[in-house]
């Protein structure tokens, strides 16, 4: 249950016409009273003889009876309160008691007390009723609202207990404006998955990402179709901006144009320019045996990708909180630029993982800007790196990259419930099952190629890994050679070994960045530990066999479906997400 105080009004008769006219796209249906302060006010929506200036007249009574100097300047109190998605259609008697409820603890009328304020509870829809109040009590008074609609958050949640609801997290006040009834109505005639605020706060939101200026920022907004208007002082120093679909429109046939900051509160050009001025280009990272993503190379960017998430989950869990709050601010740039130049199958996950974290992104944690280059880096390598393919060794690299990511949104889970950042925690959640159904699709090809190459290694190399994986990590070599995907990380090893690493000081490298020994499997976790840790190929389709014994009659296995990113039993108490 989803409720909302708007901002107050001078009209009690502009809000009543509103409440019970057809609505801005024929979207009120029947609107009728479901409460009110008197059981006999007038309903104009059921009453044929009742009016909206009868209703109106009745709440305004008690501010026109005082003096003119003591009344509100806007004296109209407005709360929408609206049922989740997949929430039960309620009855008008459930709903008038819910109303009764929310004016009792915002303090408009509060309970057992007869002097409260005059308001009506309108229903025009099967989801959600609207409260309209005047502010001044019937005993001359104002009321008290202070912390109105945090009460209206923590009366919600008792009502969502107590009616069987879904049950939903109270918000901070740090989350980008939900779409209005109107414009998601109006998305539904026009067939779009999403309104027209969420399609533009996606597309600004993947223009930022690893942008540098406003030069480069605005040209990928216009590249990417959208009106734009600039806001300048007198002096022509550009203040904000507007953006706006072109084929979004009002009754008047004009572009609807959404500020930057009603897109969501860091979308703002004041806090895009935050992000710009904390970026230093002489500072890049070092890049390794791959090198640095240039066009056309998605797979460098990918490995940059895989390394700076894996060392941001380390700040993330330990380091001061407006560092770890960059590095989570961040790590949203980078889903979306990994959604955003992503193979077909792996896009739509990707697109939803970067969609849900965009809530994770935010919180009243100030972010400290200029820690999380690597990481702002590594998202402008994406986008500049141009589109994977989804096979050979950007593929490889894709699946890489998105388990070391989804390491790095469970981290940040973990981060938000320890702050009792509640709706954050949920969407990293839900990030995170996206990213796990992302790299199933990902990871299929090459784990499989690496499995059949594993199962081709002679007996005796196979034993004499058997023998090392034990040397290396004898806690946990028992549970990793039960898993299939043993075959996997056993070639991997050979790789390693062949180009000259020492395979027990990358194992014991890897299990000691994090812990392992409640993971579901174990092995593709080490897989792309190692072969990020050793530089190695990560696509291997085409590499000689280490010691492979071939017969005539031997049969290709088949490669069982890769199981990583895991769930550990740690985790799921946690935050059941895996």
Not at 220 to 242: F, T
Not at 304 to 315: C, G, K, M
Not at 526 to 538: K, T
Request: glycine share 8%; aromatic share 4%.
């Amino acid at each position: 249950m989803i409720p909302r105080v708007h901002k107050r009004g001078a009209r009690t008769i502009g809000l009543l016409k509103y409440l019970y006219g057809p609505g801005t796209h024929e979207e009120h249906v029947d609107p009728h009273l479901v409460a009110a302060w008197d059981s006999f006010a007038p309903d104009p929506g059921r009453d044929p003889q009742a009016t909206h200036g009868q209703l109106q007249q009745l709440l305004d009574q008690p501010v026109q009876a005082v003096a003119e100097s003591r009344r509100p300047a806007k004296h109209v109190w407005h709360l929408s309160v609206r049922a989740a998605p997949d929430d039960p259609v309620l009855s008008d008697e459930q709903w008038g008691e819910i109303a009764r409820r929310m004016v009792a603890a915002t303090g408009i009328a509060p309970a057992n007390d007869d002097s409260g304020c005059r308001w009506a509870a309108v229903r025009h829809a099967d989801d959600h009723i609207h409260i309209i109040a005047t502010l001044v009590r019937e005993d001359g008074r104002k009321p008290r609202l202070n912390n109105d609609a945090k009460r209206s958050q923590t009366e919600a949640r008792l009502i969502e207990a107590e009616y069987g609801l879904k049950q939903l997290n109270t918000g901070d006040g740090t989350a980008a404006q939900r779409p209005t009834s109107a414009e998601r109505h109006k998305a539904q005639r026009q067939g779009r998955e999403r309104t027209a605020r969420e399609e533009l706060r996606e597309t600004v939101r993947r223009a930022v990402t690893g942008a540098r200026s406003e030069e480069e920022f605005f040209g990928r907004l216009a590249a990417a179709g959208l009106l734009i208007r600039k806001r300048a002082a007198p002096s022509g120093d550009l203040l904000g901006y507007k953006v706006a679909l072109p084929d979004d429109r009002n009754k008047d046939g004009e572009p609807v144009f959404y500020p930057g900051a009603r897109l969501a509160p860091d979308l703002s050009l004041p806090r895009i320019r935050e992000r710009w001025s904390a970026d230093h280009s002489d500072q890049a990272p070092s890049t390794g045996t791959f090198g640095r993503a240039t066009p056309n190379n998605p797979s460098a960017a990918r490995r940059r990708t895989a390394s700076a998430a894996w060392t941001a989950i380390t700040i993330v869990e330990h380091g001061d909180d407006a560092v770890a709050a960059a590095h989570i601010a961040a790590a949203g740039e980078v889903l979306d630029a990994l959604a955003k130049t992503s193979a077909a199958h792996t896009r739509r996950e990707l697109r939803d993982a970067a969609f849900a974290f965009e809530r994770a992104s935010r919180s009243h944690v100030r972010a400290e800007r200029g820690h999380d280059r690597v990481l702002r880096q590594a998202a402008r390598d994406l986008v500049h790196g141009g589109p994977a393919l989804g096979r050979g060794e950007d593929g490889a690299t894709t699946a890489m990259a998105i388990d070391m990511l989804f390491f790095l949104i469970t981290a940040t889970m973990h981060w938000h419930a320890k702050k009792g950042h509640a709706q954050q925690a949920a969407a990293a959640r839900q990030a995170a099952e996206h990213l796990r159904s992302a790299y199933q699709a990902a990871a299929a090809q090459p784990l499989g190629v690496l499995y059949q190459r594993g199962r081709r290694l002679s007996r005796p190399l196979l034993q004499r890994q058997t023998v090392l994986l034990h040397e290396a990590l004898p806690g946990l070599a028992e549970q990793i050679l039960a898993e299939p995907g043993w075959y996997a990380l056993a070639v991997t090893i050979a790789d390693a070994e062949a180009v000259g690493h020492d395979p027990a000081t990358l194992l014991s490298d890897a299990v000691e960045r994090r812990e392992l020994d409640t993971a579901d499997s174990m092995s593709d976790v080490l897989v792309w530990r190692l072969r990020r840790l050793a530089d190695l190929p990560a696509d291997t389709s085409g590499a000689p066999e280490h010691g492979t014994v071939k017969h005539p009659s031997a049969k290709r296995p088949v490669a069982p479906r890769p199981t990583s990113p895991n769930r550990s039993r740690g985790e799921e108490a946690a935050g059941n997400t895996r």
